[in-house]
């Protein structure tokens, strides 16, 4: 779904306190967000007005806080859902996705002593979208596996969701000068990690597998494990070697921005059966149902608008 005057042009934000038109946002250059990429974030979506799985977020959210040691944020988890809330109300969004934000601040002086910054929260919600385009579906996306490798987990942990993505942003490259939009690395030694808003999942000998290690713990990826699990489908975190990936029964790719989206060509070559398989359907419609189940959803306070 793209936006119609693109990315960014309508939702609301919220910044040093304040609701403003997303477009209005910004951020001091002096931001250690922007000079060093020391930020952490989460996106969760609104489907039919309500949250999916807010609750996971959260915590996810608050686990990459404290890892990042953003202190002096001043807003505890219960503010900054109302925040959200506050954003999707304000932008009066049915379907959103609704991104929050801790950038480290601005520091005291030109040494940058990251101890002396005050950190900033910054959230806004936007028009739904899917991060690989709808047009692009057809009977399921191409990827291209990169030579650019994954950052290493020794190096930056990716299981705080974070900005810090020049490797995503080369292997995209590689990617548009192979005539293909999505990528997915690997890892050092070779293993399948993830690619640029998403994680992905191989049914290889009847078994769902999504990468163990040098990933992030996607809520989407826990919530299409959970639903293997109901449909007796053996599925489990496994290391997943390019060629087991080429030739894999059935390859999804999951995210809360777009849900479960099926791949059907690798590098250029017919993969997965070359259409959505009966176990990624089954998963995605399941995953879809799910968005009425009150277990999985949290009501959009929308008279948080008048506020
Ligand atoms: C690098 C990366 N991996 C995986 C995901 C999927 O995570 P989730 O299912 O929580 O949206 C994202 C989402 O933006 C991501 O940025």
């Known amino acids: 779904m793209a936006q119609p005057g693109g990315y960014g042009s309508s939702g609301i934000g919220f910044i040093d306190g304040e609701f403003m038109p997303l477009a209005e946002l910004k951020i001091p250059v002096t931001d250690m967000g922007f000079q060093l990429s020391d930020m952490c974030y989460d996106a969760v979506h ?3 007005g309500k949250f999916f799985r807010l ?3 959260m915590e996810r959210w608050g686990r990459s806080i404290s890892a990042r040691r953003y202190d002096s944020l001043g807003y505890d988890n219960d503010q900054v859902a109302d925040i959200l ?11 959103a996705m609704v991104f929050f934000i801790a950038t480290r601040g601005t520091p005291a002086t030109g040494q940058k002593d990251l101890r002396t910054c005050k950190n900033r929260l910054i959230a806004w919600a936007a028009p739904f979208y899917s991060v690989v385009a709808d047009e692009d579906a057809g009977n399921g996306y191409d990827i291209v596996i990169a030579e650019t490798i994954r950052i290493a987990p020794e190096a930056v942990d990716p299981t705080v969701k974070n900005f810090g993505r020049l ?10 000068d192979r005539d293909a939009r999505y990528t997915v690395l690997l890892d050092r030694d070779g293993y399948v990690t993830e690619g640029r808003g998403w994680n992905i999942f191989a049914l290889i000998d009847g078994k769902l597998l999504s990468p163990d290690r040098g990933v992030l713990e996607g809520i989407t990826r826990r919530t299409a494990l959970e639903l293997a699990g109901q449909l007796n489908i053996e599925a489990r975190l496994a290391r997943i070697t390019a060629g087991e990936l080429r030739s894999a029964e059935e390859v999804f790719l999951s995210s809360t921005a777009g849900g479960i989206m099926p791949v059907a060509r690798i590098d250029g ?4 059966g070359g259409a959505p398989g009966p ?3 089954q998963i995605k419609d399941r995953y879809w149902a799910l968005h009425d189940d009150p ?9 948080l608008a008048a506020a």
């Open 55 to 57: 609750g996971d977020h």
């Open 85 to 95: 809330h506050g954003c999707v109300a304000r932008a009066g969004l049915q379907k």
């Open 295 to 303: 277990a999985y959803t949290t009501p959009i306070k929308y008279n």
């Open 269 to 272: 070559h017919a993969a997965a």
């Open 46 to 48: 609104v489907w039919n």
């Open 279 to 281: 176990v990624t359907r």
């Open 167 to 176: 490797d995503f942003v080369r292997a995209s490259f590689e990617a548009y």
